[in-house]
């Protein structure tokens, strides 16, 4: 099954993208196809290359980063929402791409479930 | 592009104390363009969204009210409210800036049912 | 469908809300802080068991043993770990997450 996941929220300040995260690599390992994560409203911070958590946290900007080397996941941080935050191509983590809205409603309209995670 | 979804776009948070609903609004605009069948869901604090008689000059934020009166240009026009919401909050249909349809959660949540795609932010 | 809830019920209205708009035969999944919902003596835990024959109630584990809850655990509800939450969007045709 093909799935997409909107997350809405940044990351540490919620838990939403680490329940996003978890859920894509479940997906992943039941062998579902996880096609696309779109990033919107604080949820483009999870796409800062910046961010530099302490050495015993989760680096959740890497794990996103490892997640699309690993399978063809498009990380997509929309792009009206990242210009709003500081979010550019100067600090766009690897494995995430800056697009518009329309790859939101495109994933809808393509995967055959869009999961949302937020506050 | 062939494939016809319906898309239904949940919102219920109020318009100012957190810019949900403006980004929300901004998807729907965008959704507008893909000939998809699209609604609006206000439900719980969202109803507040279309209060009119918006005036945001003294707090410094984008008054993005008349946006909702535009969306039946973009052919957004099924745009629902709840019932027990608009109630709870001393409020009626006469007071919001476009014209809606007024149902109860339960009739709410039987159009829920019938979506492909449901949006909440 | 299935209904996804976050929150605490004591914090926010959204399982309130949920469980108004949910129809029978419908699932909902507690995660993050929702997950308290389903907690011994929580207030919400009352109204839940009042929702509990109408829909199918999940807890995410993970966020359940995080919380140092899984001993409080309501009767008739049942956990599921990450992979149990994939299956369960891959049951239902649309899922709604109630922000």
Redesign the interface.
Known sequence: MKISILVNEGPYTHEASDSAYLFARAALAKGHEVSRVFFYHDGVNNATRLTEPPQDDRHIVDRWSKLAEEHPVDLVVCVAAALRRGIKDENLAPGFRISGLGQLIEAGIKADRLVTFGD | ?G?V?K?MY?N??APFGT??AL?SL??VL??A??D?DVSMVF??DGVYQLKKGVDTKAIEVKNFQPTYRALDDYDVNKLYVEA?ALEARGLTAGDLCVPVEVLT??Q???L??E??????? | MLHIVNKSPLDRNSLEACVAAAQAGGALLLIEDGVYAATRGNTAATALKSALDRLTVYVLAPDLAARGMSDALIEGVRLVDYGGFVDLVAEHSTCQSWL
């Open positions: 592009m494939e979804k898309f949940v219920r948070k810019i949900y980004e901004e998807v965008i959704a363009a893909f998809q439900m719980d027990e959660r339960a709410i949540g039987k829920m049912e979506q492909d795609i449901l949006l909440s932010f």
